[in-house]
């Protein structure tokens, strides 16, 4: 019954959180733009950058490495802003740069394994080779819908 010609296929957005490798499915993408500084706003979670204007829409803006526990680093004005939208809510994802947007097929995404450290599974949906290197697909409604609890 099934075609194996047709395959089903996810477009990712590839993207760079220092020397690692990081993707989003491209259908949750809404735009990406160059680094606004963003205005803070208290007692919000440290990852979060506060707030920017994007056309009239308060735009909260996340520090992505942040989010996801990686080592704080200092941006600069290269780094970029993947304006993403999960259940009708807007989020900016800053990230160090954008690299490309791929075609692959679904059946190349693997889950990650199970022995990943606390939470990382959490945010991580599937892990994939690209050009021989690693990426991660981001599961991006765990890290939007994050709880303020956790900022506590």
């Known amino acids: 019954m099934s075609d194996t010609h047709h395959q089903e296929t996810i477009e990712l957005l590839t993207f760079r959180l220092g020397d690692q490798e990081y ?5 949750c993408v809404r735009e990406i733009r160059g680094w606004t500084k963003a205005t803070p706003l208290p007692h919000a979670p440290s990852f979060m950058r506060g707030v920017i204007n ?4 308060v735009l909260p803006v996340m520090d992505l490495s942040e989010r996801l526990g990686l080592p704080p680093r ?5 780094n970029v802003i993947i304006v993403v939208i ?3 809510t807007m989020t900016g994802l800053l990230v160090d740069a954008v690299s490309d947007i791929i075609t ?4 190349d995404l693997q889950p990650p394994p199970e022995a990943t450290s ?3 599974s ?5 892990l994939t080779l690209v ?3 690693m990426t991660r697909v981001l599961d991006l409604p765990n890290i939007v819908a994050f709880e303020q609890s956790d900022a506590a």
């Open 104 to 107: 692959l097929p679904k059946s």
């Open 131 to 133: 050009d021989e290197r």
């Open 86 to 88: 999960h259940e009708e």
């Open 122 to 126: 959490a945010v991580i949906k599937y």
């Open 23 to 27: 993707s989003l499915d491209i259908m």
């Open 74 to 78: 200092s941006h600069s004005d290269r």
């Open 54 to 57: 994007l056309r009239g829409t």
């Open 118 to 120: 606390q939470g990382s």
